[in-house]
């Protein structure tokens, strides 16, 4: 029987296993070795040490490794059972992505992935004549299990809010899909989904397309997933203004997802589609279209939600409804901001019911969170980035509703608490932290705290314009306040005329002759040039 372990010689162990695998291996692969049974035995401090002593007697009696009584160093040979080895003949097939195999990859794959580690890790011995030919074969099953790791990594990340991270996994398992359309699908659907949420919109549409070149192919054209990309491949267009190309990926997505009502009439995806048509016609300020598709969104949301919102864990029902509650506090707010030819009266009370809803929709978001705050959530290993996200849109415009009712020092807390949330989360050229920024500085303008809110409109513009140059509406509102704000705080006329005169030729590209916008930039460039 082998003596116990020190610590010492386990460390010394440790740094002979590294330094007989570090010609062979990549930084990455030795994470994979050295993360199962021999992260166990010996990688972690175990203080046990009849623990320690079972986990080096299972190695050596797999003939994974070998060493002499008496001796602290142990000498590590490719002793691996040969049987064991052949077996991975049963094995090398398995994919992730047959839902035939399921069975089969739960009973086997992970002692598959345990053996074809342990080649690897081998990679320079002389194997037997026996099983050269099974090692060989076994090469690109390797592959796939490392492409689905990446794949797997990456969308973790991504649901973490850590785009950069997951766009870097996505990378790298994009040099393993070699023309393989089934995975190009699922890989560039995940890619352009990350961009997307990065704000980078160009990139996003052409993985979308992909994507969905890919899917058609290999899935068909009537397919849940060819209708999703369509939908997704409109959400972008709609986000960079080109709303008839918009309609016309909607269009084809409800064609494919009105045969799915047909069994349900409450689809989850056929309402999320709806949603996006009321965002399009909100966005076009075609109120009366936006207000048609989202009640029919918001109607069969609230079904379901009473159906089964209130007993699931996972809490789909609760934030899908929450969204179309917002959207509907979004949409009262929409209907009178901007607008000349109401009554003051309408404008509050338009502005008290998007305030109450978008409150409604805050405290439906945060009850799912168990009274943990966002920030504290955001810093554990699995929180969710979408929900804590979804929480920072409902601060932001609830924030404007309280400004609009004369609550402007509620407005900034609620601001702020939703600013902090996106900034945690997100890199500096996030478009959703464009709006906190943009909407911290009609606040603090509100306020008569000038420079602050043209610190604000600065941010905001920068992030704009990085996102898509001098070329969106949404620009064009904060180089407006800038040159608003740097008129009052008497700066250079010149520099003022600068930021007002690219306003409006931003707004003259994308909104009519009598939109209040535009007009009230024009009377502003008026008033200071004469």
Known sequence: ????????????????????????????QKIIVFQHDLEQGILREITNKTELKEQFDWLEDNK???????????GFVPEVIVSDIKNLKKWRNVS??????????????????????????FSGVEWPDEIKDIISDNQNAYEELTYDKLIQAGTRCHKNGKFKEALEFFERAEEKIQGDKKRGETLYGKMADTYLKSGEYGRALSLFR????????????????????????????????????AKENFENSKKILDEMRKEDPNDPNVANLYNDFGLMYLNEKKFED???????????????????????????????????????????????????????EERIKRFKEAADLHERAYNLRMDLLDGRKPLD????????????????????????????????????????EGLEIREAMQGTSIQDKAWSYYTLGLIKNSLKKNEEALKCFSESYRIRFKASN????????????????????????????????????????FLNENDPELIKTLELIDKLEN
């Open 377 to 416: 959530v955001i810093k554990e290993s699995a929180f969710n980035a979408d929900l804590c996200l979804d929480i920072a849109q409902s601060l932001t415009l609830w924030a404007t509703d309280l400004l609009e009712l004369d609550k402007a020092k509620v407005a900034e807390e609620k601001c702020k």
């Open 1 to 28: 029987m082998r003596p116990l372990l020190s610590k010492e010689a386990a460390a010394k162990y440790y740094k002979k296993c590294l330094e007989t695998c570090s010609n062979n291996l990549s930084p990455s």
């Open 210 to 245: 992909e994507a969905l070149k890919n899917c058609i192919l290999v899935k068909g054209e009537d397919n849940f997933q060819t209708a999703r990309y369509y939908q997704k491949i409109g959400i972008v267009l709609r986000k960079d203004r080109q709303y008839e190309k």
């Open 96 to 121: 992730t992505h047959d839902p035939k195999m399921k069975v089969t990859k739960i009973k086997y794959l992970s002692h598959f992935e345990t053996m074809v580690r342990t080649i690897k890790f």
């Open 470 to 509: 001098d070329n969106h509406p949404y620009a064009a509102k904060a180089l407006y306040q800038m040159g608003l704000m740097k008129s009052k705080l008497d700066i250079d006329k010149k520099e003022v005329l600068g930021d007002l005169m690219k306003a409006a030729k931003i707004q003259k590209q």
């Open 290 to 344: 936006a207000h048609f598709y989202y009640e029919l969104a918001y109607s069969m949301r609230e079904e379901n939600y009473e159906k089964y919102g209130k007993e699931e864990k996972e809490g789909y029902y609760v934030r899908e409804y929450a969204y179309s509650v917002h959207n509907m506090g979004t949409y009262y707010n929409q209907l009178v901001v901007d607008r000349f030819d109401i009554s003051n």
């Open 64 to 74: 994974i490794m070998r060493g002499k009584p008496g001796e602290e160093e142990i």
